[in-house]
């Protein structure tokens, strides 16, 4: 497995093969563009407007979009495309926060279920189907309650909201390498309990896991933002993609402040799903 | 028969034992928070409440006992019927949901039915639509449908239908229009889900040898649809439908709150601004006897609809239905 051997230049001809035999389809290949703008509008929101997202111009409230504001502007003549870019890295790392605590709760729970049995697993089977039994945003909004309305602790909840569904595939997996002839195998040849799980289970639970974490990436968003319209996440003048819609909600004269941020909204949870499911066929 | 019965009452059981841990779940995540929501919201003035009503809520749920017992006093309570008495409006929980169950269930019932009839025309579509491209299209509603937030669904249709045709008023949120367009908002995600299991099954179904022979018979496609492949595709759904309660109940949530209707989704909402503990833990441990109820209906239900699984219990076939659906009904449930 060394590539000492090769030159730099084939080094990066095998990646660019590598990448080609992928075989993108086009459709996902848009997908990851849209993901790209997406975290490029986090990372940098400066770089893609020049406009003050907080501060507005009142003379020029309610402005239809036009070349220079793309999506309009608001109720206090903020630029609504500049109060997007920049509620981008809220609404995108929340949705990372509460797939990462799915995750690592969920996949612990699965994962020691799975792989001890016994009575281990018959008492967080029921855990987790008492978590499934509620339904899934009933039990954020009440867990975001208990913890006080931001967008953090939105995230949070969405986290815990979707733990049940990463223990249940997490367990499901487990189940099935811990039966198969090679973990069988390498078990006689003296293998250790944490050798097999690190070797064999996890890597090979990976692949359906990562694409549940980004189908529930997409989902997280759409819960946050249901959770920030229900006036649980950041108040104003924070601009979460949700809240952008719910004050939108109230100028339904000025359309735009409720489609602009949620065809954001949809293009960004529609490309994300596309690639789970790129994810999940090319198994 | 015997195994169906003991697979019966192991499921029976099972479904006591989590309504009965929702309950108590609910309890330790609303009294875990830091500060202590129930002495805050009776001190607070805005409740107007008296010193002796004070006294009396705090006799009655134990709040001077320490937290295992007051779990202990509210889950005795709970088991004899009684869900306990408002913080907020000192009024009986039972009572409070009672007055909005009612429009709820008829929105969730009416989403349900829109649900139903968008996935059947979807999956109906995929498989009689001549043109490619248009089944295309239809294949891909589902994945569009669950990547649209609900309350932007809403927000659409009272745009559209209320401020554009002036279909129905926004102030007259329980009219026969802005119900069916609430139910509608509510219904689309869901048939979303409903639909992706149902085109997989009926693509897996009309691979089958019968749909083959059916088909070199010159059975229209519409006739093969409605004669051959519905039944066997659409047992399986019966599953779905059922994990689609949490979904319809949560979903309600938002919707009542765009189009401005009470009921139990608004009720959770005042409750949460106002930490009404024993509101919440009434309305999640209904949310979840429902959702376990159903599903244990559709379980037990199950094996007496599909002769093939009628030897064995349900479980197995439920499970491949709902993980051959895609991850993403079983998830988004």
């Known amino acids: ?283 | 028969m015997n195994g169906y019965l003991g697979f019966a009452l192991r499921r029976l059981v099972q479904a006591v034992v989590v309504v009965l841990a929702a309950y108590v779940f609910t309890f330790v995540v609303v009294s875990v928070l830091p500060g202590d929501p129930v002495t805050n919201v009776l001190r607070n003035p805005e409740n107007g409440f008296s010193e002796d009503e004070i006294t009396r809520i705090v006799a009655y749920y134990g709040l001077d006992q320490p937290v295992h017992i007051q779990l202990w006093r509210s889950l005795s309570n709970f088991l004899t019927g009684d869900l306990g008495v408002s913080l907020r409006s000192n009024r009986p929980v039972a009572d409070m949901i009672g007055e909005v169950l009612a429009s709820t269930l008829v929105l969730a019932a009416a989403g349900l039915a829109v649900a139903i009839v968008l996935a059947l025309a979807i999956a109906y579509g995929t498989r009689v639509l001549p043109a490619r491209w248009g089944q295309g299209v239809l294949r891909s509603l589902p994945s569009l449908f669950l990547s649209v937030p609900n309350f932007v669904i809403g927000l659409v249709l009272i745009h559209v239908f209320a401020f554009q045709v002036g279909l129905f008023r926004v102030i007259d949120p329980e009219s026969v229009w802005a119900t069916l367009f609430a139910a509608i908002a509510l219904g689309i995600p869901v048939s979303a889900q409903i639909a992706e299991v149902l085109i997989t099954n009926l693509d897996h179904e009309s691979r089958q040898e019968f749909a083959a022979v059916a088909r070199s018979r010159g059975l229209s496609r519409a006739r093969l649809f409605a004669a051959h492949l519905l039944k066997p595709s659409s047992l399986p759904v019966v599953t779905v439908l059922a994990l689609t309660v949490g979904e319809l109940l949560g979903g309600s949530l938002i919707t009542e709150t765009v189009f401005g209707r009470t009921g139990v989704g608004s009720l959770v909402q005042r409750s949460v601004t106002t930490q009404d503990l024993p509101v919440l833990q009434a309305v999640v441990s209904l949310a979840a006897a429902v959702f376990v109820v159903v599903n244990l209906l559709a379980d037990l239900v199950y094996p007496l609809l599909d002769p093939r699984v009628r030897a064995v219990t349900g479980s197995t076939r439920r499970r491949r239905a709902v993980d051959d659906g895609s991850l993403g009904a079983g998830a988004a449930a």
């Open chain 1, 1 to 283: 497995m060394s590539v000492a051997g090769l030159t730099t230049a084939e080094a990066r001809e095998s990646a660019l093969d590598r990448i080609r035999s992928l075989r993108v389809p086009p459709g996902v290949a848009l997908s990851f563009a849209v993901i790209a703008v997406v975290i490029a509008w986090s990372l940098a929101p400066g770089l893609f407007t020049g406009q003050d997202p907080v501060n507005g111009v009142p003379a020029d409230k309610f402005l239809p979009p036009s070349a220079a504001h793309w999506f309009g502007t608001d109720q206090l003549g903020r630029d609504l495309f500049s109060r997007v870019v920049h509620g981008t890295a809220s609404s995108v790392s929340s949705a990372l926060i509460a797939v990462v605590i799915g995750v690592i709760v969920g996949g612990s729970i699965g994962l020691l279920a799975g792989f001890l049995g016994g009575w281990v697993d018959t008492v967080l089977a029921r855990l987790v189907d008492v978590l499934l039994a509620i339904p899934s945003f009933l039990l954020a909004v009440i867990v975001v309650s208990s913890l006080g309305f931001d967008t953090t602790n939105a995230a949070i909840a969405t986290g815990v909201s979707a733990v049940a569904v990463f223990a249940r595939v997490m367990r499901a997996e487990v189940i099935k390498t811990r039966r198969a002839v090679f973990v069988e195998a390498s078990f006689l040849q003296g293998g250790s309990h944490l050798h097999i799980l690190a070797r064999h289970v996890l890597p090979n639970a990976s692949r359906s896991l990562l694409a549940l974490a980004v189908l529930q990436f997409g989902l997280s968003i759409l819960v946050i933002a249901g959770l920030a319209f229900l006036g649980y996440g950041d108040p104003p003048p924070a601009s979460d993609w949700g809240l952008l819609i719910s004050t939108g909600k109230d100028y339904l004269k000025w359309p735009w402040l409720v489609y602009a941020p949620a065809l954001v909204t949809i293009a960004t949870v529609l490309s994300v799903n596309r690639i789970s499911r790129w994810l999940r066929k090319t198994d």
